[in-house]
């Protein structure tokens, strides 16, 4: 009887221990996660505990984008950023994104130093962005410019004729809701969408009148949806410089920040959580060796563009028409 008792005890002793370790083991791991986390954290969005030079990517189709609005504001608010590379490789988008990062780059030039530096493209609504950094370095080949504003519908009343389906609707006044892709567009509609396109397009021409050394002849002389390559832009004073990002630090070296200072880029910290399935599927994509695939696959299919509604200063030619 003492024996089978004393055997309780053990168990119950062993049991403690097991209860213990596997606390403590949950804790290892948790706190681990949390420092891997932070760290990971920290790099994304830019968190150096030393001077360095900010680095921000603003690529594909350019929307109204509250997280990048937020990270340039916090740029501009950092200490330990002493000037900062916007890196575009944009054709373009809405105009009422464009316009909204157009104002935070204003203001965090007011604070730092800003250079853009275009890879592939920035056009439209990308030059847009570009024209309000404090000066703009492109490649030799870059593609720049297509300046203006457009609205584009469809019309599928013909098809909707077709196969026999008529849409009707009842309205308050003739403009309402038009033009419709149900409806063929009457010239009172084009009146209307050429008004408000050109009122944009001149806000749009005394945005590069005001950032670029051109007077209002001059811009409006390439402000004709034209696009042109890097040493083109430069002949034409839409670009300061040709080169890539050691140009764009040679700039900044030319307003008092140091050239040996480390770039360190800004990522946006919206990733959709450890958890999400875009961010499982990425992982997964990583350790088979296929780095960011469903974001390039997501770019593929043309999702970025499935949405874009409102004016658009974007430039998107035939993938056909241009090589690889």
Sequence with gaps: MADRADDIIDRRRLRRKLTFWRVAAFLFVALAVAAVASWSMRDRVGG???????????????????????????????????????????????????????????KLAAEKPVVAQVGTLAASAGYMIASASDHIVARQSSIVGSIGVLVQFPDVSQLMENIGVKVEGVKSSPLKAEPSPFTPTTEEERAMLRALVMD???????LVEERRPLSRAEVLAVADGSIFTGRQALQRKLVDGLGGEQEAIDWLATKGVDAELSVVEWKSTES?????????AE????LLGFDSVGSDLA???GADRLFLDGLLSVWQPDPGAIGD
């Design 48 to 106: 150096a505990s030393i001077n360095h030079i900010a680095k921000v990517k603003i690529e594909g189709t350019i929307t109204e984008d509250d997280e990048l609005l937020r990270r340039l504001e916090r740029i501009g608010e950092a200490d330990r950023v002493q000037g900062v590379i916007l890196s575009i490789n944009s054709p373009g988008g809405t105009t009422a994104g464009g316009e909204a990062i157009y104002e935070a780059v204003r």
């Design 200 to 206: 944009s397009y001149d806000w749009f021409v005394g």
């Design 272 to 280: 959709g959580g450890l958890f999400s399935p875009w961010s499982a």
């Design 283 to 286: 992982a997964t994509a990583r």
């Design 299 to 301: 770019r593929k299919l």
